[in-house]
């Protein structure tokens, strides 16, 4: 297995260009299930959660290969395959973006209920109920969703749960609304901008959507799809990340591919401790001359503080001057990194759904244990700033969603190298 190992204490300084965003990559290849011709994808990250995807939709009946240039392309069979299995589910919760197109296009679904999940529960009764509203008769067996499913029609539907709206569960319904018969109208919709991109890359296919960005979409369904090309949006999450390492240490890093109305709620954050920001057209530069000030972080759906960066807002924390309480409203267990922070020397009090961290001791670098994507990442920038060696162990989770990222960190001056677990 592979581990990292991170010398701390140096600046980051220099330019990063973030990859394509995993998370809209992921629904946008499910649609493919939905489309006659094939898609051609841009922009999609070489990543583990990306190859299980492959192998999801493959064994849904999509070609799905990777060209020289990088671009994935997408070619749906006329497979009536519709089992998405749970050797296949249980590694990757956004396998359930496949729940959607298979009930409108095949109709007959047979689909495993996730694995469990390190963040907390996540439950898809909002992607049964949206699901259920535009006519599909699903049902629960044996920990599969089934369903055997006539012409889906659209309806209003209010997709708001207990912790807000739901991103793949707005990316499932509006996959499905696409082909149902009539006007759909989802209230609460999600606004992320990864959903407006599945949104656009549906408008490229020929659906009919209104609202895109709002958390009213307006879906009036059409007889059929056809297939299209598109670019992926930059990653925020990633591009977040680097942001917040290049803060962590004083540096001074310029990220390509981060934009300005993804990550607004990040900036006026690092603004708000104290860093300076810029941003230009699909760039933003962070530099941070003085020590960090502590900050209050809430996080909340889009436009919110994103909850994919909490975990490294926290490890920033750690390093900055006084007290800063980190409130999580979408997932309120979403805090495995706060016990592998405080083997280096972090002082975190968790209190329900926040953690109140005292800053400004150093961190010191420690033996620790990936538990989740951002959690890995919140231990790496823990591991820019501590004070000796940092090694991280089961690193696969963080390469669920980040590509490349020991190079991109090294070519910014960090001290970092992948090596095998003996
Ligand atoms: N929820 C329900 N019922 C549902 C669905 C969700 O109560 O049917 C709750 C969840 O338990 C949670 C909240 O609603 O409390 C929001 O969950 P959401 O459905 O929006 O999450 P998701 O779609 O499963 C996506 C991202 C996550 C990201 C969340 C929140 C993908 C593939 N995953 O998950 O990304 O944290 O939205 O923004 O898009 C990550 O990349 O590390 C990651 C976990």
Known sequence: MDAMELVGGRRLQGRVRASGAKNAALPIMAASILADGPMRLKNVPDLMDIRTMTRLLTALGV?????????????????????APYRIMKTMRAGICVLGPLVAR??????????????????????LKGLRALGADLGIEHGYIVGDGKRLRGAEMYLGGPFGSTVTGTANILMAAVLAKGVTV??????????????RVLLKMGAQIQGIGSPRLVIEGVDGLAGCEHAVIPDRIEAGTLLL?????????????ARWSDLFALVHTLREAGAEVEHFDDTIRVRSRRRLKSVDVTTLP??????DLQAQMMATLTAADGISVVTEKIFPDRFMHVAELSRMGARIRKEGNAAVVHGAKRLSGAPVMASDLRASAALVIAGLIAQGKTNITRIY??????????????????????????
């Open 302 to 307: 889009f436009p919110g503080f994103p909850t």
């Open 106 to 127: 095949r109709r007959k679904v047979r689909v495993s209920l996730p694995g469990g999940c390190a963040i907390g529960d996540r439950p898809v009764d909002l992607h």
């Open 397 to 422: 989770h963080l390469d669920r969603g980040y590509e490349k990222i020991e190079l991109k960190l090294g070519r910014l001056g960090a001290k970092i190298r992948r090596y095998k677990e003996s």
């Open 186 to 199: 989802i209230d609460c919709a999600a606004c992320e901008p990864e959903v407006q991109d599945l949104c």
């Open 63 to 83: 070609r799905v290969e990777r060209e020289p240039d990088g671009d994935l392309i997408l070619k749906c069979t006329s497979s009536r395959k519709s089992e």
């Open 245 to 257: 390492a290049g803060a962590a240490t004083g540096g001074d890093v310029t990220v390509e591919g």
